[in-house]
């Protein structure tokens, strides 16, 4: 086909070329308009976003149910703190609080965060101490009374027809347990603050816990009373023969400062039946050693290693407590006790832990002034009995 044939047939099809041009034409049109339509709402939603990430950026004010957890930002103010002095965190937590707080004390405490209080706490109850088998209460006032019944209540056999005559009372004593202040100065060089990789809580919590637990430690055991705990040994020791309330009942081991398997069983069954299922031995790692070593007449040793890690020694079956406050052994000395502590002593203690930092009075150091109220004495004379090192 010549050029002129084909240029002739294609004159004949004008109108199909011209609706074909005409439907290309409408269709970029219409596409054209559809990509305007997504840009202008890809360009709202992008605002959208943008105001929504503004909003979420400004703080804002908790209900009135104070039902938002304030333990993150508490914590980070709290931290600040320590490391900087600044309490605008502290104090704007109070005020969005909604609350009364305790997190700002007007002579210049602060209550350390619930965090570091419970670090401090299972460091304490985990120690060698008495207080992992005596009684511990939380209280708000400055001493605790504990009630004691000692005396029992009269009874007799009546007839039917006789008249009922007039049985003893019991009487009640009352034991006060006074709180007393427990503190620790634990200091650091403000450098050492400024450094974002020191832990400050951590550092904080373990060097506040081994000066309150060796003070608590000494003082439940040796305590004297004055401006400190009781302990069980400062009160006075009488044969448990002659034992009578207000003292500790004792039972001689016939030898100074020598003990055998019969002393121990003897320290065992002086213990009220009552007593005996909840009983404990305390005592420190030197008397231990002593006693690991103790016999029976038929040649087994009394001392059995616990069957697990966490699980304590137990000595005739009850468990041991090795508190190296206990005395050693020696002439009279009473370096073993046995008892059910839970009922025989009580740790009374309020359940808050104060921090006051101080960056004036050793610079270039910090010092941080913890401070704590606890307080401890015997609350069941009958309940502890002591072995004496000695022949009477």
């Not at 294609?10 to 609706?19: T, Y």
């Not at 939603?45 to 804002?60: G, N, P, V």
């Not at 909604?98 to 002579?107: E, F, I, P, Q």
């Not at 009546?158 to 006060?176: H, K, L, N």
Request: glycine share 8%; charged share 25%.
């Amino acid at each position: 086909m010549s050029k002129t044939e084909f240029s002739a047939l294609a004159g004949e099809d004008v109108p199909l070329v011209q609706e074909i041009k005409q439907a290309v034409f409408g269709f970029v049109s219409e596409f054209k308009s559809f990509q305007s339509e997504v840009q202008v709402k890809l360009k709202q939603s992008e605002e959208r976003m943008t105001m929504l990430d503004r909003k979420s950026q400004i703080a804002a004010r908790p209900h009135l149910a104070a039902s938002i957890d304030t333990g993150a930002p508490h914590q980070k103010a709290f931290n600040s703190y320590l490391r900087s002095g600044d309490d605008d965190g502290l104090r704007g937590l109070e005020l969005e609080g909604k609350s009364l707080s305790t997190a700002v004390n007007s002579d210049g405490g602060y209550l350390v965060d619930p965090q570091t209080a419970d670090v401090v706490k299972s460091v304490l109850k985990s120690t060698a101490s008495i207080r992992s088998i005596a009684s511990v209460v939380n209280v708000e006032a400055t001493s605790f009374d504990v009630l004691i019944d000692h005396t029992d209540v009269g009874a007799g056999w009546a007839t039917e027809a006789g008249p009922a005559a007039e049985t003893g009372t019991p009487s009640i004593d009352r034991i006060t347990i006074p709180l007393h202040e427990l503190s620790a100065l634990p200091k650091a060089s403000q450098r050492l603050l400024d450094d974002s990789a020191f832990d400050i809580e951590n550092w904080l919590a373990e060097r506040i816990a081994d000066k309150f637990a060796r003070a608590e430690a000494d003082a439940f055991v040796n305590g004297d009373g004055a401006d400190k705990p009781r302990g069980f040994l400062n009160h006075p020791q009488v044969e448990n023969d002659n034992w009578s309330w207000g003292n500790l009942g004792y039972v001689a081991t016939g030898t100074a400062g020598g003990v055998d398997g019969d002393d121990i069983v003897g320290l065992v069954y002086s213990l009220g039946a009552q007593y005996r299922a909840n009983g404990a031995f305390v005592m420190n790692s030197k008397t231990a050693g002593v006693v690991r070593k103790l016999k029976d007449a038929d040649g087994r040793f009394l001392w059995s290693d616990g069957l697990a890690a966490a699980e304590p020694a137990r000595l005739m079956g009850y468990p041991v407590v090795i508190a190296e406050d206990m005395p050693d052994v020696a002439t009279d000395s009473y370096s073993i006790a046995f008892g059910d502590f839970n009922a025989g002593y009580t740790v009374a203690e309020r359940p808050d832990l104060r921090i006051l930092r101080d960056p004036f009075s050793a610079k270039p150091h910090v010092l941080f002034y913890a401070t704590k109220r606890v307080g401890g004495d015997v609350s069941d004379f009958a309940a502890i009995k002591l072995l004496k090192f000695g022949t009477a």
